[in-house]
């Protein structure tokens, strides 16, 4: 092995409901081309276990190492996570991390968590912000969270029908005995097609639906959920810019589908695309709103008909409407981590997208992917108080 090759650590997740990781595939990868990976062994909380069991590491040439173990990883060792580190820890970081760190962007606490890194002496390589040379991201989990928002919505839909009374649908653990999760798309997708099918029994009809951003990586994902579970192709209306640029919101369009799903880049205000007046006239088909973006507290939602983002264990809220003139209630699903829904593809495809990049960990003083994102790190850090900046010994 080159001594140029870092050892890699890969951290359990601390985060409640957290099952995603790198897969074993990329892991495997990594070993072949000569780096030592290790990997902690999974939490055994089912509330955070890992969707990829530990043998599969084994198999893939990683050594297993206990839980928590990056703390005390020996100096030069990469720490590779994906969500934040525990919010109660305050030591300064030793070791570079590949991570999504949510502290670029004035986010509350951020200086107090990109601090540790300077007074650790180390890098955080943020996920969120590593691009190609072209400018986009390296990879995201947008696929899978419009492909989980879909199907919640069209489950929402079918459970509305079928529940008259209670039209709120019940938590992701109520249909998958227990687990907040899916153990795989097959699960999933059997699972809403049957849902399709009891919502057409009672309509005689299967849903129709409109994505907002369908050509953008949620949107995809959307719309390939619906297509999955039976909607036809012309029940599935597409919109992205091209549609919007000329003709400022709300939309008509949106209240004559029965499920719509938002799934912008939100960078500019834009007017609302849907609104309470809209959904309180008369002929409303619309009965779920699935708000991938969750703009929730941006002042330029432009989903402004609910101001709660809502969770695994309660998927929907109902959408107060004054003077509404349809007799039928309507509810908005708007959940920030959708792809932990679906934690294996997810994490499979995101690990995926990332393989390159982590291959060039050897060159990371050169390769422009690397280079990028220490430059950002070292923008931000420079930002922070000099208390804060300040490398402890
Ligand atoms: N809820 C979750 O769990 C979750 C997970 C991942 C991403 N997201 C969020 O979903 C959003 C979309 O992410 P993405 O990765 O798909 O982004 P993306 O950039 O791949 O796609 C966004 C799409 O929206 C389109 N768009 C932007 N403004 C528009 C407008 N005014 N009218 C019509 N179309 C418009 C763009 O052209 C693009 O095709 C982001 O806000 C992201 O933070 C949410």
């Given amino acids: 092995m080159s001594s140029t090759h870092p050892a890699i650590l890969l951290r359990q ?35 955070r276990i890992r969707i990829f069991k530990d043998e599969e590491y084994s198999a893939a040439g990683a050594q297993l190492v206990p839980e928590q173990s990056w703390e005390t990883a020996a100096p030069g060792t990469i720490i590779l996570g994906l969500k934040e580190l525990p919010e109660d820890q305050d030591f300064p970081l030793r070791n570079d991390h590949i991570t999504f760190a949510h502290c670029y962007k004035n986010q509350g606490g951020w200086q107090r968590v990109l601090g540790r890194f300077p007074r650790g002496g180390s890098i955080l390589y943020d996920l969120e912000f590593l691009v190609d040379d072209h400018g986009r991201r390296v990879s995201a989990f947008g696929y899978h969270a419009g492909f989980t928002g879909a199907a919640l919505a069209v489950k929402a839909w079918a459970w509305r029908l079928a529940n008259p009374g209670q039209p709120l649908l019940p938590g992701v653990g109520e249909y998958t005995d227990g687990r907040e999760f899916y153990l795989d798309e097959r699960e999933l997708v059997e699972q809403v097609k049957q849902d399709v099918a009891a919502g ?24 390939d959920l619906f297509k999955k579970v039976g909607l036809a192709d012309g029940d599935i209306t597409k919109w992205d810019l091209d549609e919007t640029r000329d003709r400022h919101g709300p939309y008509e369009e949106i209240v004559q589908h029965d499920i719509f799903l938002n799934a912008i880049y939100l960078s500019d205000p834009v007017p609302p695309f849907v609104n309470v007046e809209m959904l309180a006239k008369p002929g409303r088909k619309l009965s779920v709103v ?52 679906l934690p294996r593809e997810a994490s499979e495809s995101f690990s995926e997208g990332l393989k390159e990049s982590l291959l060039l960990l050897k060159d990371r003083d050169s390769a422009p992917v690397w280079t990028k994102a220490k430059k950002l790190f070292d923008e931000k850090i420079a930002l922070l108080p000099v208390g804060l900046r300040t490398k402890e010994v």
């Fill in 13 to 47: 997740e601390q985060r409640l409901l957290e099952h995603r990781s790198y897969s074993p595939a990329v892991i495997k990868s990594l070993v072949d081309a000569g780096y030592a990976v290790s990997v902690e062994k999974s939490s055994q909380d089912p509330a």
């Fill in 200 to 223: 057409e029994k009672i309509t005689g009809r299967t849903p129709t639906a409109m994505v907002m951003g369908a050509l953008g990586r949620c949107g995809r994902g959307a719309v």
């Fill in 290 to 341: 699935c708000d991938v973006s969750c703009d929730t507290t941006n002042p330029h939602n432009p989903i402004p008909i609910y101001s709660v983002n809502t969770t695994f264990k309660k998927p929907s809220v109902l959408v107060d409407i004054p003077n509404d003139q349809n007799d039928f209630p309507m509810s908005v699903i708007s959940i920030d981590h959708l792809p932990s829904m």
